[in-house]
């Protein structure tokens, strides 16, 4: 099974900071690659999927980029709205896996 | 616009048998572009995807390693949802259960586009 690693497990930054998550497989996975915002409570919101394609509705503030076994999410100016955990999972292979998540707090 | 309706009792007692429904609208369970599944969530383990049905031509179903023993995920065209029995439950078993869709997206892969509300599932006495 393909093992999915994310850092750093929390950070604190400030609105209007520009934030990136780092995910890593452990195994090339192309392009499989999305990301989800989970805010407490709450299901998980996909973002990203295909490691770079905008989910409708999803603020152009977040973008997405890697292939193989690395991937980052970018926020280019953090808005109160995105403090939450954030997930990366991978649909290369059966079964999908997620990353342990990032949990973005407020400084 | 899909939605995903989540029923089932919150308390289970161990070694008895865990029992959720997804209620689908929007979409069809017989959808040859989605799959149907159920992930759960806890601290110790995370998001833990536990399987999916779907039907290609016919029915298919793939379970997770760690659950596959005790695990049926059924999908009912008759009420257009799927459902979800874990036998012989134990403490570990507690966590936030999610349905969810998996959208088939062919080249660009596929990926959970919509979830149910969850359900806390406590195993206990």
């Known amino acids: 099974d393909i093992q999915m690693t994310q850092s750093p497990s929390s950070l604190s930054a400030s609105v209007g900071d520009r934030v990136t998550i780092t995910c890593r497989a452990s195994q090339s996975i192309s392009s ?17 999927y295909a490691a770079s394609s905008l989910q409708s ?25 995105d403090f939450a955990t954030y997930y990366c999972q991978q649909s290369y292979s059966t079964p999908p896996a997620f990353g342990q998540g990032t949990k973005l707090e407020i400084k | 616009q899909v ?3 989540q029923s089932g009792p919150g308390l289970v007692k161990p070694s008895q048998t865990l029992s959720l429904t997804c209620a689908i609208s929007g979409d069809s369970v017989s959808s040859n572009s989605a799959a149907w599944n159920w992930i759960r969530q806890s601290p110790s383990r995370g998001l833990e995807w ?10 298919y179903n793939d379970y997770a390693v760690s659950v596959k023993s005790r695990i049926t995920i059924n999908p009912d065209t008759s ?28 080249a660009e892969g596929d990926y959970f586009d919509y979830w149910g509300q969850g359900t806390l599932v406590t195993v206990s006495s």
């Open chain 2, 50 to 59: 536990l399987g999916r049905t779907y039907y290609r031509s016919k029915w």
């Open chain 2, 3 to 5: 939605q995903l309706q």
């Open chain 1, 32 to 48: 499989y690659l999305n990301w989800y915002q989970q805010k407490p409570g709450k299901a998980p919101k996909l973002l990203i």
């Open chain 2, 79 to 106: 009420k257009n949802q799927f459902s979800l029995q874990l036998n012989s439950v134990t403490p570990e078993d507690t966590a936030v259960y999610y349905c969810a869709r998996e959208l088939a997206a062919a």
């Open chain 1, 57 to 81: 509705g999803v603020p152009s503030r977040f973008s997405g980029s890697g292939s193989g076994t690395d991937f980052t999410l970018t926020i280019s100016s953090l808005q109160p709205e």
